[in-house]
């Protein structure tokens, strides 16, 4: 048992955050909010410079060789600092999914580019179907034609698309809409004949997309990992993105809890300082255990994930409370801030609404119970 | 980072596995922990588990001890609790004072009692809190006044549960009178006899149905040689031993058996012809409960291992604390929601399910909260030594 990060990690925390607070500031937040595109391309470059996006990739492609728990304290800066942008689509979406179910031409080809920020991937599964969260229902259909495919259908909640270079779209090749079984992975170039992307105006206003297949031709070489047999991959991605959420909603979350600490240290009522009321110390007390224990989860089930060691129940109690961690954490946070913190120019805004938009993505805390309701043998 | 065991503390669990699976009868485990109290069939269970080598692996090997990670105390506290067993018979000796002993005691004092701790053979009963010092512990009265060789010790102790069957008191008093002092610098650490004479044992009775005390000491002598460490240090030694207490006394593992129990009976139990497992909402809401058992055991992983290395503890176990007490309590309320009518029915009721143990542990529950220092001064304490909140 040893909870100590190596001298390397902390040194990659402690930098990342300095290089977010000075590079991301809060008007850079907000200026992406409204901004098309949603990212600023000088930050991009600068970060695939430091070697941020290739930091869990093997040397073989580009990357630096480290593990998962390295890229969620990247993430975790990330979610502290609300970074806008598509590192996390590109990185864990796009690359970790070549990673797993790339052929070796394949994996050449992208992580590479990936790694150097020059090209940027997503991934497309859930669809209008999907009123409740699920992976594995997919209706868009792939038809194997001679010597490509032939796809059709619509995705949405597609984060990212609109500047991504390829889109990984999970695909229908065969059996019932909700089967696990039929399931195929597809790298699409996102400038395809027959595809359009529009951006959805969203709570977090980031940059979610739908987007159209109408008769999009994918050559079949851009098959990724074996047909019919996607599902096993996107199981595996969808683990790792839950975690890799995780990460950023914790550092979100510690953000505000600082926040309120320090608000709590100077704002005076009834001529004293707030923090010195129970009530507030309690509030306190409660964020720091929804966070604390988040934290401590997230590293084991992504501890476990690099080890390969079965984790199903792990991952999906720790999507599940941190995602409604998140939610209790930001809610108190209002209560310390009060009118002050809901005020559009605050910065707690900027947290509560990502703090829902995290909780939705790859499954809510009730999507997850499902899964470790399964575990427990119910 | 590594959430791993080492291969000796699995061996080592392996080995507890098989010796628990056969020696740890429920009734043993309900003298452990739960309305019974210690009796014959426990202490010959805490003799057993000294002989077979499962006590004392953390303590040093000149008391008997295997010099070894506190890991293996934790890994024996956890297949125990997996078992209703919660934690070993003569817990307050093993899990409490023993440590202080260690830490502050007179060579002495370490001679005389460790040993006889790790072998499992004699227990300890705190005696901190009084009718006036609860939460506001500093503030007791008790009073130990210096004549000779001996101080003498006049007051009353309550809520001191094991007082009824334990040999020693570990007894907080005042030794220092003086008003114009803080009040908890005033305050020392003794071991008494509990045969001593002048002091008496009147039971209180919780609404769960266990035994714990009121004592009352009237001129009773004590040695000085039994003072543990020095005068008016009692309470740091009290505050400096907390945070290893806490990590010993609330385990998630003791909550897993409960869990367990709910979910063979959802899978047994019809409703309109389906097993309740298949409702939904039961389904969340026992999930709920797996998640948050999750989140238990690793807040107690990161206590145990910042103990195990020696790193400072703050507010860390505090957290555990409360978040274990707290979970045990919405536990309880979910299991008694599973059982609907049938969760109000006692032990010895026709009809009852799961032997009663739900309905018992729904009234235990209310302790838990408060016992060993209450959930609101937890998050005080999260709160300002954790988050540097200031005092009021």
């Known amino acids: ?378 | 980072m590594d959430f791993g065991y080492t291969r000796e503390e699995e061996e080592f669990r392996e080995r507890l596995r098989a010796f628990l699976d056969r020696e740890l009868t429920e009734e043993i485990a309900r003298q452990n922990w739960e309305d019974k109290g210690v009796g014959p069939e426990a202490r010959e269970f805490s003799r057993k588990l000294a002989a077979n080598g499962f006590l004392g692996m953390s303590w040093p090997k000149e008391y008997g001890g295997q010099g070894l990670s506190p890991m293996y105390d934790f890994i024996l506290l956890d297949e125990l609790g997996k078992r209703w067993g919660a934690h070993v018979p003569l817990d307050v000796g093993y899990t409490m004072v023993g440590h202080t002993i260690l830490r502050r005691g007179s060579d002495e004092l370490k001679r005389e009692f460790l040993t006889k701790i790790i072998r499992g053979e004699i227990e300890f009963c705190l005696g901190y809190t009084e009718p006036n010092a609860g939460s506001d512990l500093a503030s007791m009265k008790m009073r130990a006044v210096e004549e000779g060789d001996f101080y003498i010790i006049n007051g009353q102790k309550t809520f001191n549960t094991e007082a009824h069957y334990a040999e020693y008191h570990w007894l907080a008093a005042r030794t220092d009178f003086n008003p114009h002092i803080p009040k908890h610098r005033g305050i020392s650490l003794f071991i008494v006899d509990m045969n001593s004479p002048g002091i008496t044992v009147r039971p209180l009775i919780t609404m769960s149905g266990e035994q714990t005390n009121e004592v009352f000491y009237e001129n009773v002598r004590v040695p000085k040689s039994r003072m543990v460490g020095d005068k008016n240090k009692g309470f740091y030694y009290m505050m400096e031993a907390i945070d290893s207490e806490r990590n010993h006394v609330f385990t998630p593992c003791r909550l897993n058996p409960i869990l367990n129990d709910l979910i063979g009976y959802v899978k047994e139990t019809m409703f309109n012809g389906r097993p309740l497992a298949e409702d939904p909402k039961i389904q969340d809401q026992l999930a709920q409960m797996a998640v948050e058992l999750e989140v238990a055991q690793v807040f107690a992983e990161h206590s145990r291992w910042m103990e195990s290395n020696e790193i400072p503890m703050t507010y860390e176990p505090e957290m555990t604390k409360v978040f274990i007490s707290e979970l045990e309590q919405r536990l309880v309320d979910v299991g008694m929601q599973i059982l609907g009518s049938f969760s109000q029915l006692e032990e010895d009721s026709k009809w009852v399910p799961l032997r009663g143990r739900i309905e018992w542990y729904f009234l235990h529950s209310f302790m838990t909260t408060i016992g060993a220092g209450t959930s609101e001064i937890g998050r005080n304490v999260i709160a300002q030594r954790g988050l540097g909140l200031p005092r009021g």
Request: with cysteine; net charge neutral.
């Open chain 1, 1 to 378: 048992m040893d909870f100590h990060f190596s001298e390397e990690q902390k040194m990659l925390k402690e930098s990342a955050r300095n290089f977010l607070a000075a590079e991301c500031p809060k008007t850079l937040v907000r200026a992406m909010e409204k901004d098309e595109r949603g990212y600023s391309p000088n930050l991009w470059k600068k970060m695939a410079d430091l070697g941020w996006m290739g930091i869990a990739f093997p040397e073989s492609y580009g990357g630096i060789g480290g593990n998962l728990l390295d890229l969620l304290l990247l993430l975790e800066e990330m979610g502290r600092a609300c970074l806008p942008g598509p590192f996390f689509s590109s990185i864990v979406l796009g690359g970790f999914t070549i990673l797993e179910a790339g052929s070796e031409p394949q994996k050449k080809e992208f992580l590479p580019k990936i790694a150097s920020g020059d090209r940027i991937l997503t991934l497309a599964h859930t669809e209008p179907a999907t009123t409740q969260f699920d992976p594995f229902l997919v209706t868009l259909k792939a038809q194997a034609q001679e010597n490509y495919y032939l796809l059709e259908g619509t995705k949405l909640f597609v984060p990212d698309a609109h500047v991504a270079h390829f889109l990984i779209c999970v695909a229908r090749t065969r059996g019932e809409p909700s089967s696990r079984e039929g399931i195929s992975l597809f790298l699409v170039d996102s400038q395809s004949p027959g595809l359009h992307w529009e951006l959805l105006t969203t709570v977090a206003r980031d940059k979610q997309c739908e987007v159209l297949f109408r008769r999009v031709r994918v050559p079949a070489e851009n098959l990724l990992g074996t047909i019919h047999e996607g599902g096993k991959v996107l199981e595996k991605v969808m683990q790792k993105a839950a975690i890799a959420k995780c990460a950023e909603m914790i550092g979100g979350a510690q953000f505000v809890l600082d926040m309120c600490l320090s608000y709590a240290k100077e704002r005076e009522q009834f001529g004293k300082l707030i923090g010195t009321f129970q009530a507030v110390q309690h509030h306190c007390a409660n964020m720091a255990i929804s966070i604390e224990g988040g934290r401590y989860i997230t590293y084991k089930a992504a501890w476990m994930l690099d080890r390969g060691l079965p984790c199903t129940k792990l991952v999906a109690s720790a999507k599940s409370w941190v995602s409604d961690a998140y939610k209790r954490v930001v809610g108190l946070g209002h209560q310390i801030m009060a009118g002050t913190g809901y005020m559009e120019e605050h910065d707690m805004p900027l947290y509560s609404r990502r703090a829902k938009a995290a909780e939705l993505a790859f499954g809510d805390a009730n999507y997850y119970k499902k899964l470790v309701a399964k575990e427990i043998g119910l």
